[in-house]
């Protein structure tokens, strides 16, 4: 069993930055040894992924968002954090982060981030 937490979300103006992170609790479960995503949803569209962190540490971002958008971890915290710079109007969205452990979808409870023009 894993529970994920978001935190950081809010209402940021264009140009802007916010950081949004995800903790995660669990018996035996360590962000170190496992892939960590984030994705948002818009109501009405369908939840999509936004950056990847590897149990290796490599990264991969969706293209919207490459430049502007920076994923880590801390592991002794446990925590995943994303780093969003030079908001967009069109970054406004619910983020979720996620992983999956022994075939298990796990999601936290998500995080409203809204971005104004």
């Known amino acids: 069993q894993v529970q994920l937490v978001e935190s950081g979300g809010g209402l940021v103006q264009a140009g802007g930055s916010l950081r949004l992170s995800c903790a995660a609790f669990?018996?035996?479960?360590?962000?170190?040894?496992?892939?960590m995503y984030w994705y948002r949803q818009v109501p009405g569209k369908q939840r999509e992924m936004v950056a990847s962190?590897?149990?290796?540490?490599?990264?991969n971002y969706a293209d919207f968002v490459k430049g502007r958008f920076s994923i880590s971890r801390d592991n002794a915290k446990n925590i995943v954090n994303l780093q969003m710079n030079t908001m967009k109007p069109e970054d406004t969205a619910v983020y979720y982060c996620?992983?999956?452990?022994?075939?298990?979808?796990?999601w936290g409870q998500g995080t409203q981030v809204t971005v104004s023009s």
């Open positions: 996620n992983t999956v452990r022994r075939g298990n979808d796990y």
């Open positions: 962190i590897s149990s290796g540490g490599s990264t």
């Open positions: 669990g018996p035996m479960f360590t962000i170190s040894r496992a892939a």
